[in-house]
C-alpha cells in the first residue's frame, strides 16, 4: 500500500486558496487518489478522487502531475467552516478483492478570519 | 437516503469488560469497513467485511472481532477492554466491490461510537 506524506498542518485565512500537496511515490499502477475531509468528533467525509491530471467538482480540485507521485488538493476562497484534518489516500483493490486503507496523518488546516 | 449509522453514538465501560458496536450501512452498499481513531494513532484500520465475510484485517489483537449479517449490517466486539481501548470507533460503506478500481477508495462513513475505558 501506497503511504502518504501530508503537512502537519497549514494556516490560512478567509477568502483564501489553500494547497495541500500530498506524496506519494510509491503509487501503483491501479492505485485512485482519494482526499477526505473531517470535523473533530465526526467521521471522515469524501471530498474529491482523481488518478491523473486534473479533476474539478463543486468543493475542491485535485492536481495529478504525470508521474503520479505527489497530488495537491485545492480549496478556494476558504471560509472559516473550512477548517478540520484533510487526508490524503492512496490505494485501490486488493488481490482477492476489497481494500485496507490506510490513513496518514492528515493535514490540520485551521482558518482564520 | 440514509447515511451510515453507527449505535450506540458514546458509552463507557470499565477495563475487563466487553463492548459491542453496531453499524448500518448506506441502503445498497455490501461492504461495511471499520477504523479505530485516537488522537495518538489516527485513524488505524480495523477490519472490513464484504458479503458476511471478513476480507481483509488490520493490526489489531484477536480481542477485536467482527461479523456482517446478511442485511450489511455489520458488529464489531471488544472483548477484555483495555484503557488504551478508548477511541472513536467508525464504520464506513461502500457500493460494491464491482467498483474495482475508481470507487475502491469512495467510503462513506458514519459519526462514531465514543468509546470511554475506566
Known amino acids: 500500500l501506497a503511504k502518504t506524506t501530508q503537512p502537519i498542518s497549514m494556516d490560512s485565512y478567509e477568502g483564501q486558496e489553500v494547497n495541500i500537496t500530498c506524496s506519494h511515490n510509491?503509487?501503483?499502477?491501479?492505485?485512485?487518489i482519494t482526499w477526505y475531509q473531517q470535523f473533530p468528533s465526526q467521521g471522515p467525509r469524501f471530498i474529491i478522487q482523481?488518478?491523473?491530471t486534473k479533476v474539478t467538482n463543486e468543493v475542491a480540485s485535485l492536481f495529478i502531475p504525470a508521474d503520479r507521485k505527489s497530488s495537491t488538493l485545492s480549496l478556494p476562497r476558504v471560509s472559516l467552516s473550512d477548517t478540520a484534518v484533510y487526508y490524503c489516500?492512496?490505494?485501490?483493490?486488493?488481490?482477492?478483492?476489497?481494500?485496507?486503507?490506510?490513513f496518514g496523518t492528515g493535514t490540520q488546516l485551521k482558518v482564520e478570519l | 437516503k440514509a447515511g451510515v449509522t453507527q449505535t450506540p453514538r458514546y458509552l463507557i465501560k470499565t477495563r475487563g469488560q466487553q463492548v459491542t458496536l453496531s453499524c448500518s450501512p448506506i441502503?445498497?452498499?455490501?461492504?461495511v469497513s471499520w477504523y479505530q481513531q485516537t488522537p495518538g494513532q489516527g485513524l488505524q484500520f480495523l477490519f472490513e467485511?464484504?458479503?458476511?465475510?471478513?476480507?481483509n484485517k488490520g493490526n489489531f489483537p484477536g480481542r477485536f472481532s467482527g461479523r456482517q449479517f446478511s442485511n450489511s449490517r455489520s458488529e464489531m466486539n471488544v472483548s477484555t477492554l483495555e484503557l488504551g481501548d478508548s477511541a472513536l470507533y467508525l464504520c464506513?460503506?461502500?457500493?460494491?466491490?464491482?467498483?474495482?478500481?475508481?470507487?475502491?477508495?469512495?467510503?462513506?462513513f458514519g459519526a462514531g461510537s465514543r468509546l470511554t475505558v475506566l
Open positions: 464506513a460503506s461502500k457500493r460494491r466491490d464491482s467498483e474495482r478500481f475508481s470507487g475502491a477508495n469512495v467510503l462513506t
Open positions: 510509491n503509487i501503483a499502477t491501479n492505485d485512485y
Open positions: 482523481g488518478y491523473k
Open positions: 489516500l492512496v490505494g485501490g483493490v486488493l488481490t482477492g478483492g476489497g481494500n485496507k486503507l490506510t
Open positions: 441502503s445498497g452498499h455490501r461492504s
Open positions: 467485511y464484504f458479503s458476511e465475510t471478513q476480507r
